[in-house]
């Protein structure tokens, strides 16, 4: 919100930091060669670690809100484990969200010390041409063996780029479907069977009998400013570009914008709009949906599907919810979408490696992370079963250490938190392996040489999708412009740029 | 020789009290104009600034790379004018107004009254704005189209009331503060200069013509010429949070600042946002000093240097 001088303050800031910090930073492009080293040349251990290793601190940088206080009650009971086994502690800092992104390039820009951070926001390959984030296949090798064998080879090639590998990709959900979600009692007054609906226009009669019994209820509401998409394109790592369907071996690039699917959609879009089922000024609202949904000003939204999904929305309103799947899960490099990196101010890359492969293996260490000190900030209701929740007085707003399981590198070990589906982690894992696989899953996109017109079309493309999804403008008119203003920003430029490193990917391969 | 000399030992304190000024000069807006090498540069942070490759022009390829460089250049352009003329005749206008007043107990109300905007952020001023223009829930569609029988306008996907909108929240919102500098100024003119006009038999027009205007010539040319050189520069809160960065509203909203921002927020590009930055300066640097010139070429006295 607050970055208006994004241009001019933050890069004066950025400047002064990063010269008065000087730069010390160069020994790091070399220390690819010499990773093994601290094993073999440290020799005795000392005192209590079995290691062999020298005394190291890893620092963590992760999302959410958490109290300085808490982070180090939780930093001391993490680095208890990881003292004895590797000689390392760790030091978690937490940041919000809002402000995540410049936390971020502040402690890049400055060379602050910092060893593992979660998924950094901004592009991926701007971070690896501006040196930002370190590769890590030697590293790997040595001290991320079980990230290495348990990490899937598709998702591995998700975030190589220049035949490196720059992250590690969380485990979690990495596929995802598309639906409409909506409040189960106002559905079930319409006395319509909503359950046999599979696609976006069949959705049609249950809204207007919603609108008809609720006046005053919108039947279609947007997060914060957008209408999902019902899509089954694979945008190919972001900006223009896209294989039309994951479900297809088709492996032509393409301008999504231009499709015949897109104009459908968004022709529905509008025609709803018209006929009052979309709430009015829906591509400008700021309003969460599910807030909307929970004010019961709202009927329903379109929503990401996944296990778990309608607990997930429910929570956040307090309404009963039900979701129809409208496009089943698929995968695309685009859904491997939270990694873990490991920035280019550590001191020591391959220690963070070895505590980032002790976080996704070991249960105890990343529950620890996750979700804080036992009786503090959870409480086990259900040993057996693996379940918590916040002990009495406690909740999401005022607990020191917010639990976000799915910004961390594996919750697939952690607890359940109540409320969810109690096999949710096996619903998770067949969700993820039924998901359609896109055939350009594993292409990871460089947009490196072709800035100046990702640059440009992320302009074009910001004045008409969310406005054409809410249904706020006639496609007829707005579609030949849109096409036109994104082909004089380059579009076609990016696409054969895009078509031609997805070729040799392909070839590369097979 | 000796005598200037001794001039200069009179101002010494005076030169004294610049220092601090003059350092927090140096640290905050000199030291870090070396950083316009970045704009020439594929900046990378493991080499630093002076390590990084050069690229020449590059990055100031995506300014200049579309149609919307003409759109975003005159909207930038042309709001800010507007902004400068209507913004200095009703702060000017306000100020004299202020000055007639007899009752020092209005005056201090008026003047906060007309201050409060200022202090309000810009993303409640955007809220504002909205509670009067949302299409179903708004002021204007509600409680004064309606009953007046006339269909609901739909304000944010609508771009020709725009231009007007954005002006009138922009005097709005600044014109307390650039009114305080005025009436200051109106405050400190010779009062015997009004009582002689009196006695002459100069009516209040007369004397807000002849002495008023006059006394504030030289303020107003000198608050012009400094929002001259910011006129490649936009209010970003005013383009991107009060329209709610709707997408119909881009051509009639989209300044430098709001293109850079829409275009970088993903990219996060330092070459290319730097390059946006030292565009803007230049411009603007080159833009006060042409219009220097033009005051000093017809009349010296204004001219700031």
């Known amino acids: ?510 | 020789m000796s005598k200037k000399l001794k001039k200069y030992k009179r101002y010494l304190p005076l030169y004294f009290m610049m220092v601090p000024g003059l350092v927090y000069l140096i640290i905050n807006n000199y030291i870090p104009m070396g950083g316009i090498i970045i704009a020439f540069k594929k900046f990378n942070y493991a080499k630093g600034i002076l390590g990084s490759p050069w690229t020449g022009m590059d990055n100031f390829e995506f300014l200049f790379k579309t149609k919307e460089a003409w759109t975003i250049t005159r909207n930038t352009l042309v709001y800010n004018m507007l902004f400068i003329v209507i913004g200095t005749i009703l702060a000017v206008a306000v100020a004299i107004l202020l000055n007639e007043l007899k009752s020092v107990m209005a005056k201090k109300v008026y003047q906060t009254v007309i201050l409060v905007p200022f202090l309000i952020s810009i993303v409640v001023v955007s809220y504002l704005v909205y509670g009067f223009l949302s299409t179903d829930t708004g002021f204007i569609n509600r409680s004064i189209l309606q009953p007046m029988g006339k269909d609901s306008v739909s304000w944010y996907s609508d771009p020709t009331y725009w231009p007007i909108i954005l002006v009138i929240v922009n005097v709005w919102k600044n014109l307390g503060y650039n009114c305080i500098i005025y009436y200051a100024t109106v405050v400190g003119l010779d009062t015997s200069l009004y009582e002689s006009a009196a006695i002459d038999g100069a009516g209040r027009w007369k004397r807000i013509w002849h002495i008023t205007l006059p006394g504030l010539k030289t303020t107003i040319i000198t608050l012009v010429l400094m929002s001259v050189g910011r006129v490649f520069y936009s209010d970003f809160g005013l383009f991107y949070q009060v329209p709610m960065n709707s997408g119909p509203l881009i051509d009639v909203t989209n300044t430098i600042d709001t293109y850079v921002y829409r275009g970088l927020m993903e990219l996060n590009n330092i070459g290319m946002a730097s390059a946006a930055a030292v565009y803007q300066s230049l411009v603007g640097f080159i833009l006060v000093l042409s219009a220097n010139m033009l005051v000093r070429k017809i009349d010296q006295e204004s001219a700031l240097f």
Request: aromatic share 8%; glycine share 8%; charged share 20%.
């Open chain 1, 1 to 510: 919100m607050k970055r208006k001088k994004f241009t001019a303050l933050s890069l004066g800031l950025i400047l002064s930091i990063s010269m008065l910090a000087g730069c010390s930073s160069n020994k790091q492009a070399d220390t690819t060669d010499n990773t093994q080293s601290s094993t073999t040349t440290q020799g005795t251990a000392s005192g209590e670690n079995t290691s062999g290793q020298d005394a190291y601190t890893v620092k963590i940088l992760a999302p959410g809100d958490a109290s300085t206080e808490d982070c180090q009650k939780v930093s001391a009971a993490a680095s208890a484990i990881t003292k004895e086994k590797f000689n390392t502690e760790i030091e978690v800092t937490r940041v919000g969200f809002g402000s995540y992104d410049q936390q971020v390039n502040l402690m890049l820009a400055s060379n602050e010390k910092l060893d593992l951070m979660y998924q950094y926001c901004g592009n991926v390959t701007t971070a690896i041409s501006s040196g930002q984030i370190l590769p890590l296949d030697n590293y790997l090798e040595g001290y991320g063996k079980d990230l290495k064998e348990q990490i899937s080879l598709d998702d591995w090639r998700c975030v190589t780029f220049n035949g490196n590998i720059y992250g590690v990709p969380s485990n979690k959900e990495k596929a995802t479907g598309w639906g409409f979600a909506f409040n189960k009692e106002m559905a079930d007054a319409t006395g319509i069977d909503y359950t046999t609906i599979k696609t976006q226009e069949e959705l049609e009669p249950l809204l207007t009998k919603v609108k008809e019994l609720y006046p005053d209820v919108y039947p279609i509401v947007s997060n914060t400013g957008y209408c999902s998409s019902m899509t089954k394109q694979d945008d190919l790592g972001g900006d223009i570009g896209s294989l039309l369907s994951v479900d297809s071996d088709n492996t032509e690039v393409i301008n999504y914008y231009a499709s015949d699917a897109y104009l459908d959609e968004v022709k529905l879009r509008y025609d709803w709009a018209q006929k009052g089922l979309i709430m009015p000024d829906a591509s400008t609202s700021t309003e969460n949906a599910n807030s909307l949904l929970g004010a019961g000003k709202a009927f329903g939204r379109f929503s990401n599907t996944k296990p778990g999904i309608e607990q997930e929305i429910a929570k956040e309103s307090g309404k009963e919810i039900a979701v129809i799947e409208l496009i089943p899960p698929y995968t695309t490099t685009t859904r491997v979408d939270i990694v873990w990196y490991v920035p280019h101010n550590s001191k020591q890359p391959e220690r963070a490696v070895q505590i980032l492969n002790e976080i996704y293996t070991n249960p105890e260490l990343a529950n620890i992370l996750i979700n804080g000190i036992e009786g503090q900030h959870y409480e086990i209701v259900d040993a057996e079963k693996g379940i918590v929740d916040y002990p009495e007085g406690i909740n999401g707003a005022n607990t020191g250490y917010l639990s976000l399981p799915w910004a961390w590198p594996n919750e697939m070990i952690s607890y359940v938190w109540k409320g969810n589906p109690e096999d949710i982690w096996t619903q998770t894992e067949s969700f993820n392996k039924n998901a359609i696989v896109s055939p350009a899953k594993g292409f990871a996109w460089d947009n490196t040489e072709i800035q100046s017109e990702v640059a440009a079309c992320a302009n074009v493309v910001a004045k008409y999708d969310h406005a054409l999804m809410a249904g706020s403008l006639d496609p007829e008119t707005t579609i030949p412009k849109f096409i036109a203003e994104l082909e004089s920003a380059g579009a076609n430029a990016i696409i054969a740029e895009k078509q031609r490193q997805l070729d040799a990917w392909l070839e590369a391969n097979q």
